[in-house]
């Protein structure tokens, strides 16, 4: 079993404004945002939003700015300032970190999302895989018992059919597996394909075979392995199709690039039916790109790095 790790006691809330009755924080200030933010449970009305921690869709208890499109999961504003984990290599502490490019070091996605940042190594963790590899037990909404985390066990994992993966999300009551991309996937996720919202969907229980195909890049699927799904339209696509390769940047994310490449900050947009050329390698920028908004300038968000 793994030791508990133990977080430093510095919270990432600055100020407590007001409080209700049940004693949760109803409006507070936050390190990683400059104005107020206000406690809610409505969910259904914000089902389009995301997270600005951990860039997942609004489905619990949330804060949120009344001034501008900013969001944050109850359980993201309450994690704290500084962490010592069990699972980073160096002694140094890692401290939470906001509104900087990252690649995580442990699910390999890119994202200007919070993550934790070590001290030493300068190495970043993002939010879903620092909640991931928490010791103890972890619900999945995929599956009807908890998982636990086996930092070296070697195995395959349910979600995606990859084999061979050290460090797995693991049942102990039976043989389910998930490394730590599958855990963290949306459970909801939007496409330009679908009007509606793709519901992450476990197994494929349609018996017809010629079914068994991608909607978006129209290539055979598993129907054992997870996909998105719309009920409503049919629709059914791989999670690396809906996904991609940028799932966790915002659009209207500001993303300072080096000077050779452009002078102004660029923003991050999301181009559905225009797809302009890239100012760096020319090829047509599809879905997440960067922008100038002060002249006509595009780039592929892969581009900069």
């Known amino acids: ?42 969910v259904g009305e914000y089902d389009n939003k995301c997270c600005d921690g951990c860039l ?23 994690l704290p300032k500084v962490k010592q984990v069990w699972h980073h290599r160096c002694q140094s502490s890692l401290v939470l970190t906001s509104n900087e490019l990252f690649r995580c070091v442990a699910c390999g996605y890119w994202s200007k999302a919070f993550a934790y940042k070590c001290e030493e190594c300068k190495k970043r963790t993002c939010l879903r895989c620092i909640i991931a590899r928490t010791p103890g037990a972890h619900t999945c909404v995929g599956h009807k018992h908890p998982v636990f985390l086996y930092n070296e066990y070697r195995g395959g994992c349910v979600a995606c059919g990859k084999n061979n993966i050290k460090g797995l999300l693991r049942c102990k009551d039976c043989d389910f597996s998930l490394d730590y991309k599958c855990f963290s996937l949306p459970i909801t996720s939007q496409h330009k394909s679908d009007e509606h919202l793709l519901s992450l969907t476990y197994h494929d229980d349609n ?99």
């Open 1 to 42: 079993e793994n030791e508990d790790e133990e977080s430093a006691d510095v919270s990432a809330i600055t100020k407590v404004l007001e409080w209700n009755d049940a004693g949760e924080a109803t409006v507070i200030e936050h390190i990683t945002h400059i104005h107020h933010l206000t406690l809610s449970d409505r």
């Open 207 to 305: 018996s017809y075979s010629e079914s068994y195909f991608c909607d978006i890049c129209e290539e055979r699927r598993d129907p054992n392995l997870w996909f998105y799904h719309c009920a409503t339209c049919d629709t059914s696509a791989h999670v690396k199709c809906v996904i991609g390769r940028h799932s966790f940047f915002k659009p209207g994310n500001i993303i300072e690039v080096r000077k050779d490449i452009h002078e102004h900050p660029l923003i991050v947009v999301k181009k559905i039916y225009y797809y302009p050329n890239c100012g760096k390698c020319g090829e047509p920028c599809f879905d997440l790109a960067l922008e100038c908004t002060g002249c006509n300038f595009i780039i592929h968000l892969a581009c900069p790095r």
């Open 56 to 78: 997942l869709p609004i489905s619990d208890s949330f804060y949120y700015c009344t001034q501008c499109d900013f969001f944050l999961h109850k359980v993201c504003v309450e």
